[in-house]
């Protein structure tokens, strides 16, 4: 999930990157004051001004031949075809915070140059950013929207990319509520209906439900999020026809818990307990101080990533093991209590307990340590009993870890998606 080697990141010269269980279904979390912990209200999916613009302003256009020639050298050539010149457009737009007052968020949404009739949307979830200058409205200082955006765009699709809460152009001031399912799903919702705006204005056509809805890592959770947001509150207003969430943690619970439990040397584990536990406690108020939740002096680093400001010496200082970045009697009393306030927070963004109508599928590497695999197939365990029937956790590639995954799970992704399309998967 986490950026922590930028040597694995994404590169239109190949996809390099490092962004971002068990089989019981976990009892729903009610919003109100529960067990602990506040758990913030969803806001209404008609809210006045959802969705509005507030600027938008054209970044460099990648060529076609560039894209061209990254799919040749990274070998995604098979699923992709770069046809056009990929433009982008930062946007500003009004979306409901985690305490459901509206506020303003960004992302960047990738055209086609000279595209002509009803163009597909591509809806991506991108992976964990620990600052906002690396979320995908920055544009050329990402790696990540930069390679997606032009890929798809350039493959004849509208782009949307959007940077989540308190990260991007419209991130200053302002914390990222790491890995809140439903503030990222309703992010995308809102772009998406800025996008609409601004094709019109563009004098650009939209298919009508050819809305394909993808991401990696945190973006895999994310995507599923807003897929089963789309399904269940705007269907008629934004149909999906399939989705393809890629290594993400849908079973937020169950992989958090595996990742303390197990305590493995691993920095990146680490990194993504004191991130996540930082936020949450600021979304749920689980702890009167963070202090009281995170061990000194990781509290202040912690702090810092919640705020995407952490600098790469305070990531690196964090310790090798998540069980360090908490406070001992933190741990013990998680370990002791499976109703803890911490494990009712992140069970209140579980992605796996309903029954998608569009054909789904969630593609993963069999040797990741940083979301384990056993996300998608509880997913999958789970969605079928709800009696979901065109669902499948795919592997592709026993010995692929989080950051070798990326580009086989994106083309086989691009790859279930032409098969859709020309009624090979029904």
Not at 36 to 57: E, F, K
Not at 163 to 183: F, K, M, N, Q
Not at 358 to 387: C, F, H, I, K, W
Request: net charge neutral.
């Amino acid at each position: 999930m986490l950026a922590v080697d930028r040597a694995r990141r994404w590169s239109l010269a190949g996809a390099l990157l490092a962004a971002c269980a068990s089989d019981s279904t976990p009892a729903p979390v009610d919003p109100g004051t529960s067990g602990g912990i506040t758990v913030p209200a969803a806001p209404a999916p008609n809210m006045a001004g959802r969705g509005d613009v507030v600027a938008s302003s054209a970044g460099p256009r990648m060529p076609r031949l560039l894209v061209s020639a990254a799919l040749a050298a990274s070998g995604a050539s098979r699923a992709f075809s770069a046809r056009y010149d990929a433009q982008p457009y930062v946007v500003r737009y009004r979306t409901p915070g985690v305490d459901g007052q509206l506020t303003t968020a960004s992302g960047v949404v990738w055209m086609p140059v000279a595209a002509s009739g009803p163009l597909p949307v591509v809806a991506y979830m991108h992976g964990t950013n620990t600052s906002k200058t690396e979320a995908p409205s920055n544009l050329t200082n990402t790696g990540e929207g930069d390679a997606v955006g032009a890929i798809w765009a350039s493959d004849g699709s509208v782009v949307v990319l959007p940077d989540y809460l308190g990260l991007g152009v419209a991130g200053a001031g302002t914390y990222h509520p790491y890995l809140h399912v439903r503030s990222e799903a309703t992010a995308g919702v809102d772009l998406l209906r800025a996008a609409r705006t601004l094709a019109a204005s563009l004098g650009v056509t939209l298919a009508a439900g050819d809305l394909f809805v993808t991401g990696y890592s945190q973006g895999g959770g994310a995507a599923m999020g807003l897929f089963r947001e789309l399904e269940r509150n705007h269907a008629a207003e934004l149909p999906v026809l399939s989705a393809a969430p890629m290594s993400g943690p849908y079973d937020l619970e169950g992989t958090s818990r595996t990742m303390l439990q197990q305590n493995a040397d691993y920095h990146a584990g680490a990194v993504y307990t004191a991130y996540l536990a930082a936020a949450f406690d600021t979304v749920y108020r689980i702890a009167p101080r963070l202090s009281d939740l995170i061990a000194a002096p990781y509290d202040r680093v912690a702090a810092d990533l919640r705020d995407g400001v952490a600098t790469s010496d305070e990531i690196a200082s964090l310790p090798s093991r998540p069980q360090s970045v908490l406070r001992a009697d933190v741990v013990q009393a998680m370990l002791a209590n499976r109703d803890h306030p911490f494990w009712l927070a992140l069970r209140d963004n579980d992605a796996t307990d309903w029954a998608p109508r569009a054909p789904l599928r969630m593609y993963y590497g069999g040797a990741d340590r940083d979301v384990y695999p056993q996300n998608a197939l509880t997913a999958e365990s789970r969605m079928r009993a709800n009696g979901a029937h065109n669902v499948a956790a795919v592997n592709v590639g026993a010995s692929l870890d989080h950051g070798t995954a990326v580009l086989p799970a994106t083309i086989a992704a691009r790859i279930f998606l032409d098969s859709l399309r020309r009624g090979l998967v029904r």
